[in-house]
């Protein structure tokens, strides 16, 4: 890796914090009690709101501006198809976290990784409610506001702090917990903090050992998963491990990576 992706990564993290500002006076003012227009997607239950349309719009005009004819996937517009220069696709979620961001809740964050041939290169993760900036370079490393970042070490799996997500629809919802409810027995505990990207950026630093989440979009993980594996993570995406879930994505730290995934397994994880 070169000076190419490391001005990716400005890249992301100008955007990002762009964003980032936008949606922030956003919250400031609902919370202020301005009213946010709410719609729903794939139940009633997966919302999106006009500050996530409008998030994304202004990273998609800035990236115009900064990366031109670049194609971007974003959660809210589509998109991703066509040529573009060195190949570079951007990924892109407005705000992940959008129900914690409707509840007044301070986790989640804007997410925008570079990609080449279907891998991230680098991304940056900008959370609006305190301002940390997550950032990785593929081969380089990865880091929270600066400092360098590293999983942790648990010696068993019995004292792994493992985090992970549901799906909006009911009925797997209620498998997935199913799975959890088995899990338990085997892990310190289990936490759900409503945003893929910072479970994963969580694994990253060590704030949790362990992360599984089935159902993701790429825009959900692709800077995610570049964080986590460039803190030494040993990570699977959506569609590499059948056993573990044909859409699962999962992190952990190397010390109980393995061990961790025969019992997601075992605990029906397969099978969400």
Not at 113 to 129: K, L, M, R, Y
Not at 211 to 220: T, V
Not at 236 to 263: N, Q
Request: glycine residues 14%; charged residues 25%.
């Amino acid at each position: 890796m070169g000076a190419a992706e490391y001005a990716l990564k400005d890249v992301a993290v100008q955007v990002g914090r762009e964003a980032a500002d936008l949606v922030s006076k956003a919250r400031d003012a609902m919370v202020a009690g301005q009213r946010v227009q709410v719609e729903t997607k794939s139940s009633d239950t997966d919302v999106v709101t006009a500050v996530d349309h409008a998030s994304e719009e202004l990273i998609r005009r800035r990236l115009g501006e900064l990366r031109p004819g670049e194609p971007v996937l974003g959660e809210e517009g589509g998109g991703g198809g066509g040529s573009a220069y060195d190949g570079v696709t951007w990924v892109v979620d407005p705000i992940d976290g959008t129900v914690n961001f409707l509840y007044g809740s301070p986790v989640f964050a804007v997410s925008i990784a570079a990609q080449v041939d279907g891998v991230s290169v680098a991304g940056a993760i900008v959370e609006p409610v305190g301002g940390r900036c997550w950032t990785a370079v593929r081969g380089e490393g990865s880091w929270l506001d600066g400092r360098r970042l590293r999983v942790s070490s648990p010696e068993r799996l019995g004292l792994a702090l493992v985090a992970t997500g549901f799906s909006y629809q009911a009925e797997r919802r209620a498998r997935q917990a199913g799975v959890v409810h088995r899990l338990l027995g085997h892990v310190r505990d289990v936490r759900r903090p409503g945003s893929c990207a910072l479970d994963l950026c969580s694994v990253a630093a060590g704030w949790t050992d362990g992360y599984c989440e089935h159902g993701l979009h790429r825009w959900d993980w692709a800077a995610g998963v570049l964080i986590a594996t460039e803190a030494g993570a040993v990570v699977s995406l959506p569609g590499e491990d059948r056993e573990l879930g044909a859409d699962a994505t999962f992190a952990a730290a190397p010390t109980i990576a393995a061990p961790l995934r025969e019992t997601l397994i075992a605990c029906g994880a397969g099978e969400v």
